[in-house]
C-alpha cells in the first residue's frame, strides 16, 4: 500500500491543502515507516526553519488528502 505525506497551512484562519499551494502538493512514501520519517523530519525543519504560516504534516494511506482533515477543521492547532 501507498503512502502519502501530506502538509496543511493555516492561513488568514482557514486550513488550506498544501497541494492548493504550488510546490506543496503530498509526497509519496513507500511505506508508512519511511512516511513517518519523513513527517518527523518536516517538523524539525519546521521548527528550525520557520515558515511564514502554521503547517501540520499527516501520513495517509492509499491516497493523498484532497480535503482538511475533520479534527483540523476551523481551529488552529499547534504542534
Do not use: T
Amino acid at each position: 500500500m501507498q503512502w502519502w505525506l501530506n502538509v496543511f497551512f493555516f492561513i488568514n484562519g482557514v486550513w488550506i491543502p498544501g497541494h492548493e499551494i504550488s510546490g506543496w502538493s503530498a509526497r509519496e512514501q513507500p511505506d508508512e515507516a519511511v512516511c513517518i520519517e519523513r513527517k518527523e523530519f518536516a517538523e524539525r525543519e519546521f521548527a528550525r526553519h520557520p515558515l511564514k504560516y502554521p503547517a501540520v504534516w499527516i501520513c495517509s494511506a492509499g491516497e493523498p488528502l484532497f480535503e482538511v482533515p475533520p479534527h483540523l477543521r476551523g481551529r488552529y492547532i499547534h504542534n
